[in-house]
């Protein structure tokens, strides 16, 4: 409801459309969605799609992403459909039902075709993008054919997308609440996948058809909203006011690990030899599970051995696993050739998987011959992969900290915000901000509370800013950039309930700014935490109070450069400190942050 001041009365009365009420001395105006009800997209098939993989197929699925077109309220986030292996013509014919309401006349569907890859990033088949309104050709229900369109002009891309869309308004619904009308998914938190259904199905029959399918039982599930509040089982069977359910696992039943996995990458025998009868070998690791969650993407690997087929690397790598669910677990190592010019080559995988950690192997050095790739026709005469997986448990107390993101301010350039808080393999994500208009730089608002579960007080935690530019539909990865962010020990986190943080370039360290380099990025924060989420003894929030008139004198210094650059001043600003007394505020780079509180009593 929009309220309008008297003064504008005249103007109202001469103006205002049909269908709005004058109760006056004001004037309401009631909103008008041009959407609400369920979009039905049915995926039916593609024909002709490119290759992706050496043996002539694909194993392609499909992204689908609806927002509305003039406030980009998305209403689909990526959905993604069964994958059908080694096709070129899969048929889905798969229903997706969404729930839009908004103000907005158009709507934006996207719908990418991906290859799924078992190890390493999934390969871009082809997108189709369409913006529609109700009187738009596409949404009669027909099946429509569309070429695949290509996202970068590098991409390879042909054949073909066939689909239907239909509108279904809200009052054709609403007399059907046993139904999943108004259900548009069951989201699975465990394996973080939704799954949208058809109209006809009750909503129980959904649920315990999608817990045989995983062979669980619902009564290890705790059935919720999509925002945490807790649903009962008996009022589904009458009445279903939420579009999605949530399914947690109740905590007492799962079975989680809590610990470091330790991947030791020992030595190789009998490589492949490269240019000049030698090698430069160096081992890349990737780490995912049976859930589809990838841990370790080829961004770790161990130094490269120069001019040998027998490299001893020797080098232990430490994962932190926090409550993940018990699960299978793949990892493989891939060995290449690193070359003084040009891409590094391929010479040899080692697959290990394991599904406990009292698998006797865990501890124990193995050897395992290299083969191809997985899904690669790749040929591979010879050489061997020594390493070891151990795994050290964590038994240590637990707790859950909540953090309340307020404001971005003096926004770095972007159209779009995000922020995130990233603690070992996990990520906490919020939604888009809404933008703040300001003359000394943008700012977006966010006003959520994000909980961080299964937290130690040693864990390290980093809040990071992401912004795009470009129009979106849904949280993309390929479309947020890294705009800056900064760490913290959660010890150190908690012990404010505020926070005004500035934020470094993620690669330079620079201070973040808003477009014009005049204002620094500024990222407001609350921290809170409740003493029956956390373990005994855990500090509590408290404002930092301090007695300025205390110190004869506050200095301010900035330095930065190399340790060598820095340690001069941090001796003078301890000898202040110390011998006169005077409070002395150091700022320096991030990466200093442990040498400066090792000679700092830091309050």
């Given at each position: 409801?929009?309220?309008?001041?008297?003064?504008?009365?005249?103007?109202?009365?001469?103006?205002?459309?049909?269908?709005?009420?004058?109760?006056?001395?004001?004037?309401?105006?009631?909103?008008?969605?041009?959407?609400?009800?369920?979009?039905?997209?049915?995926?039916?098939?593609?024909?002709?799609?490119?290759?992706?993989?050496?043996?002539?197929?694909?194993?392609?699925?499909?992204?689908?992403?609806?927002?509305?077109?003039?406030?980009?309220?998305?209403?689909?986030?990526?959905?993604?459909?069964?994958?059908?292996?080694?096709?070129?013509?899969?048929?889905?014919?798969?229903?997706?039902?969404?729930?839009?309401?908004?103000?907005?006349?158009?709507?934006?569907?996207?719908?990418?075709?991906?290859?799924?890859?078992?190890?390493?990033?999934?390969?871009?088949?082809?997108?189709?993008?369409?913006?529609?309104?109700?009187?738009?050709?596409?949404?009669?229900?027909?099946?429509?054919?569309?070429?695949?369109?290509?996202?970068k002009q590098k991409d390879k891309v042909k054949g073909t997308l066939t689909f239907t869309l239909v509108y279904k308004p809200v009052?054709?619904?609403?007399?059907?609440?046993?139904?999943?009308?108004?259900?548009?998914?069951?989201?699975?938190?465990?394996?973080?996948?939704?799954?949208?259904?058809?109209?006809?199905?009750?909503?129980?029959?959904?649920?315990?058809?999608?817990?045989?399918?995983?062979?669980?039982?619902?009564?290890?599930?705790?059935?919720?909203?999509?925002?945490?509040?807790?649903?009962?089982?008996?009022?589904?069977?009458?009445?279903?006011?939420?579009?999605?359910?949530?399914?947690?696992?109740?905590?007492?039943?799962?079975?989680?690990?809590?610990?470091?996995?330790?991947?030791?990458?020992?030595?190789?025998?009998?490589?492949?030899?490269?240019?000049?009868?030698?090698?430069?070998?160096?081992?890349?690791?990737?780490?995912?599970?049976?859930?589809?969650?990838?841990?370790?993407?080829?961004?770790?690997?161990?130094?490269?051995?120069?001019?040998?087929?027998?490299?001893?690397?020797?080098?232990?790598?430490?994962?932190?696993?926090?409550?993940?669910?018990?699960?299978?677990?793949?990892?493989?190592?891939?060995?290449?050739?690193?070359?003084?010019?040009?891409?590094?080559?391929?010479?040899?995988?080692?697959?290990?998987?394991?599904?406990?950690?009292?698998?006797?192997?865990?501890?124990?050095?193995?050897?395992?011959?290299?083969?191809?790739?997985?899904?690669?026709?790749?040929?591979?005469?010879?050489?061997?992969?020594?390493?070891?997986?151990?795994?050290?448990?964590?038994?240590?107390?637990?707790?859950?900290?909540?953090?309340?993101?307020?404001?971005?301010?003096?926004?770095?350039?972007?159209?779009?915000?995000?922020?995130?808080?990233?603690?070992?393999?996990?990520?906490?994500?919020?939604?888009?901000?809404?933008?703040?208009p300001s003359p000394i730089g943008d700012g977006f608002k966010f006003r959520q509370e994000l909980e961080?579960?299964?937290?130690?007080?040693?864990?390290?935690?980093?809040?990071?800013?992401?912004?795009?530019?470009?129009?979106?539909?849904?949280?993309?990865?390929?479309?947020?950039?890294?705009?800056?962010?900064?760490?913290?020990?959660?010890?150190?986190?908690?012990?404010?309930?505020?926070?005004?943080?500035?934020?470094?370039?993620?690669?330079?360290?620079?201070?973040?700014?808003?477009?014009?380099?005049?204002?620094?990025?500024?990222?407001?924060?609350?921290?809170?935490?409740?003493?029956?989420?956390?373990?005994?003894?855990?500090?509590?929030?408290?404002?930092?109070?301090?007695?300025?008139?205390?110190?004869?004198?506050?200095?301010?210094?900035?330095?930065?450069?190399?340790?060598?650059?820095?340690?001069?001043?941090?001796?003078?600003?301890?000898?202040?400190?110390?011998?006169?007394?005077?409070?002395?505020?150091?700022?320096?780079?991030?990466?200093?942050?442990?040498?400066?509180?090792?000679?700092?009593?830091?309050?």
């Amino acid at each position: 409801l929009q309220t309008w001041p008297l003064g504008m009365s005249k103007l109202w009365k001469s103006t205002k459309p049909a269908g709005i009420t004058d109760p006056g001395l004001t004037e309401t105006r009631k909103e008008v969605f041009s959407w609400d009800g369920h979009i039905l997209l049915t995926l039916k098939h593609a024909r002709g799609v490119v290759a992706a993989d050496v043996s002539g197929t694909s194993d392609p699925y499909c992204k689908v992403f609806l927002s509305s077109e003039t406030d980009k309220i998305p209403f689909l986030d990526g959905y993604k459909t069964k994958v059908h292996w080694k096709t070129l013509n899969p048929d889905w014919n798969e229903e997706v039902w969404a729930p839009v309401k908004t103000l907005s006349d158009k709507l934006s569907l996207l719908v990418e075709v991906w290859d799924k890859d078992h190890v390493g990033s999934d390969d871009f088949l082809g997108q189709y993008a369409l913006t529609f309104t109700h009187d738009s050709l596409e949404m009669n229900g027909e099946e429509v054919t569309v070429a695949l369109q290509k996202k970068k002009q590098k991409d390879k891309v042909k054949g073909t997308l066939t689909f239907t869309l239909v509108y279904k308004p809200v009052l054709q619904l609403k007399n059907r609440a046993t139904s999943l009308d108004s259900v548009c998914s069951v989201f699975f938190s465990d394996s973080k996948k939704s799954v949208a259904f058809t109209p006809k199905q009750k909503v129980m029959d959904v649920l315990l058809a999608q817990c045989r399918k995983r062979k669980v039982s619902l009564d290890d599930y705790d059935v919720m909203t999509h925002d945490g509040l807790p649903l009962n089982l008996n009022s589904l069977v009458q009445d279903v006011p939420e579009r999605v359910i949530s399914l947690r696992p109740k905590k007492a039943k799962l079975n989680l690990w809590n610990g470091d996995l330790k991947v030791n990458i020992d030595s190789a025998v009998d490589l492949m030899k490269g240019d000049y009868d030698m090698t430069n070998p160096c081992c890349f690791l990737y780490l995912h599970s049976d859930s589809g969650r990838v841990f370790i993407d080829g961004t770790v690997r161990t130094k490269a051995i120069k001019l040998t087929t027998k490299p001893f690397w020797q080098q232990t790598f430490t994962f932190p696993l926090r409550n993940v669910p018990q699960q299978k677990m793949h990892l493989s190592m891939h060995v290449f050739d690193k070359r003084l010019q040009g891409a590094p080559v391929f010479i040899g995988a080692a697959h290990y998987s394991w599904d406990s950690f009292d698998n006797p192997t865990i501890g124990k050095k193995q050897t395992l011959p290299l083969v191809s790739r997985k899904d690669r026709k790749e040929k591979i005469d010879s050489g061997e992969l020594t390493f070891a997986v151990d795994w050290v448990p964590n038994t240590k107390p637990r707790g859950t900290v909540r953090v309340l993101i307020n404001e971005v301010l003096s926004a770095p350039k972007g159209k779009h915000c995000i922020v995130r808080i990233v603690s070992g393999f996990d990520t906490w994500t919020t939604d888009y901000g809404n933008v703040i208009p300001s003359p000394i730089g943008d700012g977006f608002k966010f006003r959520q509370e994000l909980e961080l579960e299964g937290m130690l007080l040693e864990d390290n935690i980093r809040l990071e800013v992401h912004c795009s530019s470009k129009p979106i539909l849904g949280k993309a990865e390929t479309t947020w950039y890294a705009k800056g962010s900064t760490d913290f020990t959660l010890k150190e986190f908690i012990s404010k309930p505020e926070w005004t943080l500035l934020l470094g370039h993620p690669k330079t360290e620079n201070a973040v700014t808003d477009p014009s380099g005049s204002f620094p990025t500024q990222l407001l924060v609350k921290v809170s935490v409740k003493p029956d989420e956390v373990p005994e003894g855990w500090p509590t929030p408290k404002p930092r109070a301090y007695d300025m008139s205390a110190y004869p004198k506050h200095i301010l210094m900035i330095s930065r450069g190399t340790q060598g650059d820095v340690q001069p001043f941090m001796a003078m600003a301890r000898g202040l400190a110390e011998e006169k007394g005077w409070m002395v505020t150091f700022v320096t780079e991030q990466h200093f942050k442990p040498f400066v509180l090792r000679n700092s009593a830091v309050w």
